[in-house]
């Protein structure tokens, strides 16, 4: 079967195993040299790049590794081998997902081209020239495993090794050292979700403990929504009332200059009573006589009468000489008026 150098393919299906397969490369095979790969060359076959490991709890650092392989040459296909869970729990430990979920993610990568499961943990000559490997990819930082302080000496040794770069701040050992740390947490988590304590491996005791725990985190999130309402609640009120404080200091000022308009110094009410004085004055008091009015003339037959009478009063005597007299003298004016 030809190697699978269509980009499409790599995107729309997942990657082959080899066993299944039986994906080999029936190009002649001849060996390169890493300044030829980098060159291109040849053209008749891709650069067959080969990167293992355990890759459990697959993550962007895992991702990033078989990005870099995949992109070491201009025209390259990228093997990828896969420890199975015998030999990956005899040389490095237990691991948190099985050989089927491993190979299973390493398949549904878009940078990785064929899977080769059941992967040695040291490279033998005899697997190199089954799967036609040219060149081995793996960070730079000896590897020590089984015995030896480096699996990939023998292969530095022979030219065939490639490095990359590890990303920083992610690994499976770092994933695995969060969920320890936050144990609890988790246990928490999955108990509310329906996982049974036996499931998580859970004593009586604790399963009580992280029950109630959840049920105190239940209140304090009621009490939480209670205050944060509250506080909504309390921010609408007050913003209402400096609504409303507004429109009374707005209303305030209208009436007060209203009031002063009608009532003021210079209001439209004094106007109206000075007018309405004036013309009350008007109808209760007369028209005044003119000053001078022309003299009547007389008749020469005829004397006016005089309008007082300048007789002494008969029944009242005077009450002294004094007046006596007076009485006499003004009568006596009287008569010289009269002549």
């Keep these: 079967m030809p190697d699978r150098d269509d980009s499409s393919k790599t995107l729309t299906a997942p990657a082959p195993f080899a066993d299944e397969s039986s994906c080999q490369c029936q190009a002649p095979h001849e060996k390169l040299t890493i300044a ?51 030999l990956t729990h005899k040389f490095k430990g237990f691991t948190v ?18 899977v080769i499961r059941d992967a040695p943990w040291t490279l033998t000559p005899e ?13 730079d930082i000896p590897y020590s495993s089984a015995g030896s302080d480096d699996v990939y000496k023998h292969i530095k040794e022979a030219g065939m090794f490639v490095p990359t770069q590890r990303t920083e701040g992610i690994s499976t050992s770092d994933i695995i050292t969060r969920i320890v740390r936050d144990y609890d947490v988790y246990a928490r988590r999955n108990l509310q979700r329906g996982y049974t304590a036996k499931e998580l491996n859970v004593s009586f005791i604790n399963e009580k403990k992280y029950r109630f725990q959840n049920q105190v985190d ?50 439209a009410w004094k106007q109206m009573f ?58 006596s004016e009287g008569d010289e008026d009269e002549k």
């Excluded at 697959?58 to 990828?80: D, E, I, W």
């Design 36 to 86: 030829q790969a980098r060159l291109g060359t040849p053209v008749d076959r891709p650069v067959r790049v080969y990167a293992d490991g355990i890759f459990d709890l697959f993550h962007s650092g895992h991702a990033r590794a078989l990005m870099q392989a995949k992109t070491l040459f201009p025209n390259s296909y990228l093997l990828v081998g896969v420890c199975s869970d015998d």
């Design 274 to 331: 000075q007018e309405r004085s004036s013309r009350m004055l008007q109808a209760l008091s007369p028209k005044q006589s003119p000053v001078s009015s022309p003299t009547r003339s007389r008749s020469p037959s005829r004397s006016p009468s005089p309008t007082f009478s300048w007789l002494p009063n008969k029944t009242s005597p005077p009450s002294s000489p004094k007046a006596a007299s007076a009485s006499i003298s003004s009568m």
């Design 218 to 267: 239940k209140m304090k999130e009621k009490v939480k929504n209670v205050e944060e309402r509250s506080k909504e609640f309390v921010n609408r009120v007050e913003e209402k009332s400096h609504d409303l404080i507004q429109k009374w200091e707005e209303k305030s000022r209208e009436f007060i200059g209203n009031f002063l308009e009608l009532f003021g110094p210079d209001g």
């Design 97 to 114: 997902m099985n050989e089927a979920e491993r190979y299973e993610a390493l398949r549904h990568c878009r940078y990785v081209d064929e």
């Design 127 to 139: 697997f190199l020239e089954k799967h036609k490997i040219d060149f081995v990819a793996h960070d």
